[in-house]
């Protein structure tokens, strides 16, 4: 569904398509059909019969490491991460998504690039897997709620897909819109009263940082639905809000644009929301946080400015108010 | 109700009511609080209180409805008064603990700027007199009328609970409003009953 073609990428670059296939379809044979023992059937299409939707939740991703990686982090379990996530499309508690995100279509699934750019592009998700090679990010994750993960992520840097789309020099702000559907997510608006879909925003040069990753996997498999599949944003020195789950659009505008949590309460969230221990939340302090999947007599631990990321994001901000600025 | 019936009740209430403690004690000490303990222990002790606070503001209506049949529910609201405290209690001493680290600084912030924290702290304070004043001794000491006078503080108590809990979730975030809704309701039923029993009153052929 790639409308528009973007630039050849190297052979080398992309995961063998047969080699991917059939991962694929010994893993959907194993998820779908395992207790049918129906080997005889082309696995594959059947699993897909079975459950379309979910037919590619879980799949391996071919990776390499990266140097832009966080070390020194005892990782938070895969069990953790599925299962204590803001994702207020699929209920407000912690629990809620990984119980209710099971309907969320990732197949197909395509992201549009549109607003200042001089090449709107549609990607479909298979494309947009195979546009660079995937890296092995582990990123501290740190949320507004003063509580902190340490995920194996998987993808690129955003950066090389915003290269491909050649923004204009007017572009100073990419928005990001998240997937919305009524009928999919009806506790979006069962739970709260919230203005959707969800929206959230960066600034060129943030969205051009390096670190600032286009994400496809954590643990090395495809994201599960509740953490954002099929693709999503990862900003890791900023609050886990800033980085919006399964994303379909992103948008290059002139000026910051509209932003969920920033609309709902601008006192407590701002535009920027920089991971910042010296600027407390209205309702909390944010010198500490709570590392998750710890006893509760060891979860607390300082916070970092910019998330510890201060090396490679703190010039970006050279200057400015980061109490005004929050 | 006889002796025995009554007693049998009591022991499954207090066992009803020491249910969450004994859950949160069990799942803390096999390291099984889920992902977030500190979180867990303050959502599990913070609602306990929200919904005993409810049991004990239910009993009078429920009696003035059928006080034919519930009466001797009144023999239960000092116990579950006093669960409500309990719960209170422990969840103002997570806060201070796992939250403010017992440190004077953080605690000192909190109280003053945070209007969360002030609501409940207002509810604790509303609460505090009432535990103190539970005894029987207490209730004949101060005498029935101005006994009565001062646990209305459980009303304040009551709403101030409700503005703590909206507080404390984000904006636009609805989970308060079932303890909200129930919270109304029984303050409601109040004027509404007295207002029934008033009409009642009149209406008896001399």
Redesign the interface.
């Known amino acids: 569904m790639l409308i528009g073609k973007p630039p050849d990428i190297p052979s080398s670059q992309i995961t063998s398509r047969d080699a991917y296939f059939n991962y694929l379809s010994r893993r959907r044979f194993l998820k779908g059909v395992a207790a049918t023992g129906a080997a005889a059937l082309g696995a594959e299409r059947l699993a897909e019969l079975v459950s379309p939707r979910a037919a590619l939740a879980g799949t391996k991703l071919q990776t390499v490491s990266s140097p832009l990686t966080t070390t020194g982090e005892q990782l938070t379990s895969f069990e ?1 991460i599925t ?2 996530n803001n994702f ?1 499309e699929f209920g ?3 629990g809620d998504p990984a119980k209710n995100a099971g309907g969320l279509p990732t197949r197909p699934w395509a992201v549009k690039v549109d607003g200042l750019v001089q090449k709107p592009l549609t990607f479909d998700i298979d494309d947009l897997l195979k546009l660079h090679p995937l890296e092995n990010r582990t990123y501290r994750h740190r949320c507004v709620e003063a ?1 902190s993960m340490v995920i194996p992520w998987v993808g690129y840097s955003l950066s090389e897909l915003i290269k491909q789309c050649q923004p204009l020099s007017t572009a100073k702000y990419v928005q990001f819109h998240s997937y919305f559907n009524w009928h999919v997510e009806k506790w979006a608006t069962e ?4 203005m959707w879909p969800y929206s959230e925003g960066l600034r060129m040069d943030e969205a051009m940082n390096p670190l600032t990753l286009l994400t496809f996997g954590l643990y090395g498999e495809t994201l599960p639905n509740q953490d954002g599949a099929p693709v999503r944003i990862v900003v890791p020195w900023k609050y886990g809000f800033k980085s919006a789950k399964s994303i379909v659009e992103m948008k290059f505008v002139a000026k910051q644009p509209d932003t969920t ?1 920033n609309d ?2 601008p006192n ?1 969230y701002g535009f920027y929301s920089n991971v910042n221990p010296n600027v ?1 939340h ?4 944010q ?2 946080e ?1 590392r ?5 007599y060891e ?2 631990r300082t916070t970092l400015m910019f998330n510890g990321y201060g090396d490679q994001v703190a010039s970006m901000y050279a200057g400015m108010d980061l109490k005004k600025y929050y | 109700m006889k002796r025995s019936t009554l007693i049998i009740l009591k022991t499954l209430v207090w066992i009803g009511c020491l249910l969450p403690a004994a859950n949160l004690v069990w799942r ?1 000490v096999n ?1 099984n ?7 867990e ?1 303050q959502n599990v002790t913070g609602l306990s209180a929200l919904w005993m606070l409810t049991a004990t503001l239910a009993i009078s209506p429920l009696r003035a409805l059928l006080p034919k049949y519930l009466n001797w529910l009144i023999k239960f609201r000092r116990l579950i008064g006093l669960f409500v405290f309990f719960y209170g209690s422990l969840h103002m001493l997570t806060w201070l603990g ?2 403010a ?1 017992f440190d004077l600084g ?1 605690i000192r ?2 109280i003053t ?4 924290i002030i609501a409940g702290m207002a509810t604790y304070l509303a609460l505090l007199p009432l535990a103190l004043t539970s005894t029987t001794w207490s209730i004949r000491k101060l005498g029935g009328k101005n006994w009565s006078r001062l646990h209305a503080l459980i009303y304040v108590a009551a709403i101030t609970a409700a503005i703590h809990y909206w ?2 979730v ?6 308060p409003a079932p303890y909200t809704l129930v919270i109304l309701l029984l303050l409601l039923a109040r004027p509404v009953l007295a207002w029934r029993k008033r009409r009642k009153a009149q209406t008896v052929p001399v």
């Open positions: 953790d299962h204590y207020y407000v508690d912690k509580w739970d709260a009263t919230i949590w709902q309460a407590e407390d209205p309702r909390w302090s010198k500490t709570r998750i999947g710890l006893p509760f979860q607390r | 803390a390291n609080l889920g992902p977030d303990p500190t979180a222990i796992l939250y680290g953080t912030t909190d700027e945070r209007r969360f507080w404390k984000k904006t636009g975030v609805l989970t």
